[in-house]
């Protein structure tokens, strides 16, 4: 009698159950892409990649740039039946939700300033996460994460996690030893952030980099806090980089993208993902991307140069308790800021004496920065952790994690320093003067 066949059979071997010492094949090379021939720029400076690398010419017409391939579809011919047949349809077009130029022109790009041999993009950084660790983690399996992750990634593992079978143990980043001890005989993967939010914690990837690499665990991290060339953590051992692209990346809060970046083999195996869940990134969105990319490092060098004058400025005020950032001495992760990040970028966070009300007054006296959540664009954003992405919890759970009263989450733009001081002497003033009419 013929067996029905059982979709998802449980028993099956899992290219994740890297004990067998699967992960150590890693190394083992393959085509790096998918990319167009002959736009290869690796050797060169960083802003030259970041202009060149994956964009090319219309070679129809000679038009400057990447043209947007606005098709769901492409022409089917042997070539393309046959990548089907053969196993290889990531490398041709077929359609969109698969593989688009558009979308190939900023992989490549991508890829290239993260230093790795295969990228894909996402309709969002949550895209890009869900897509990826799915992938990569079996059910049944376990995973190690951070305890202040971004909120989606924490709804990820709290919410999506246990009706898939899986599940995450959350410990502070700075706790090696503590994440050591969570290794349990079934974790698949370290997932951390490379920098964390709001309090910017420098996480120490390289002892991250050898925990996993003891246990024969995947690391993956986020890097949306520091984008190339702030941190490359694939060069420091890391297994996948991933990101929001929503912020730095492209830099000027008109799109939501995420990217996934590391070994072609690891990437080859979240693509299925990416067609199943279907998060694949519009071709417009694709040329908005790499338009964006164009001018990272351009752009974070503004960040940095604005941001350090107006950190400065502020751990000097006499109503700022306390300033967070890692280029600065003052920071408790200077040390590791300075062996890790290869400059600053625009995350500044403060915390106002007389707590979160002061802090709220002398937001809406601020007149440049824009109240609004997300970060890394040109303009800069500032929020509350009290009344924002922290809002759900307790300030006894945020002091937990080191939202302390009169936090200040600042992303500074690329606005020149001189006026982001102007306008933060004038709130102060405002504050203070009010205070004493008041009393
Ligand atoms: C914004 C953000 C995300 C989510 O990205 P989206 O593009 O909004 O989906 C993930 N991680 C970090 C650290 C973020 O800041």
């Not at 990826?132 to 709290?158: C, I, M, Q």
């Not at 990040?341 to 004496?353: A, S």
């Amino acid at each position: 009698m013929s067996k029905t066949p059982v979709m998802g059979d449980p028993n099956s071997v899992s290219p994740n159950s890297t004990r067998d010492g699967w992960i150590n094949k890693l190394d083992r090379k393959r085509a790096e892409g998918p990319f167009f021939d002959g736009h290869r720029v690796r050797n060169q400076g960083f802003s030259t990649q970041a202009v060149h690398a994956g964009t090319h010419d219309d070679p129809r017409t000679g038009a400057v740039g990447t043209p947007i391939y606005q098709a769901s579809t492409f022409i089917l011919g042997e070539d393309q039946y046959g990548s089907v047949e053969g196993g290889f349809a990531r490398d041709r077009f077929i359609y969109s939700r698969y593989g688009n130029p558009s979308q190939w022109a900023v992989q490549e790009k991508l890829a290239t300033l993260e230093g790795a041999e295969s990228a894909i993009v996402f309709s969002s950084g949550m895209a890009a996460i869900t897509a990826s660790v799915l992938a990569l983690v079996d059910k049944g399996a376990h995973v190690v994460a951070a305890s202040d992750l971004y909120g989606g990634t924490f709804n990820l593992f709290n919410q999506e996690f246990p009706s898939l079978g899986m599940s995450a143990t959350l410990v502070d980043s700075y706790d090696l030893e503590a994440i050591e001890a969570a290794i349990q005989p079934n974790t698949q993967m370290l997932y951390f952030e490379v920098i964390t939010n709001p309090v910017l914690k420098v996480v120490d990837i390289p002892a991250l980099v050898e925990i996993a690499k003891r246990h024969q665990i995947r690391l993956v991290v986020d890097s949306t806090f520091a984008p190339p060339p702030v941190m490359r953590p694939l060069e420091l051992g890391v297994d996948l980089v991933i990101h929001s692209a929503s912020k730095y990346l492209n830099g000027h809060s008109d799109l939501i993208a995420g990217v996934a970046a590391g070994p072609r083999k690891l990437v080859d195996q979240i693509w299925p993902r990416l067609l199943n869940y279907g998060g694949s990134l519009d071709p417009h969105a694709c040329f908005l991307l790499e338009r964006g990319l164009k001018t990272l490092p351009i752009r974070m060098r503004a960040h940095e140069e604005s941001a350090t004058a107006l950190a400065k400025y502020l751990e000097t005020h006499p109503a700022v308790d306390r300033v967070l950032y890692p280029m600065l001495p003052s920071h408790p992760d200077h040390a590791r800021a300075k062996q890790l990040m290869k400059m600053g970028t625009g995350n500044v966070t403060f915390f106002v004496k007389g707590g979160d009300m002061a802090a709220l007054k002398l937001m809406n006296h601020l007149r440049l920065p824009k109240q609004a959540t997300s970060l890394g664009g040109v303009e800069s954003l500032i929020s509350l952790p009290f009344n924002s992405s922290q809002a759900t919890m307790t300030s006894r759970q945020r002091a937990a994690i080191g939202i302390d009263p009169g936090c200040v989450r600042l992303s500074v733009g690329i606005e020149d320093a001189s006026d982001l001081i102007a306008d933060f002497e004038q709130a102060f003033t405002a504050i203070s003067t009010k205070e004493m009419t008041d009393a």
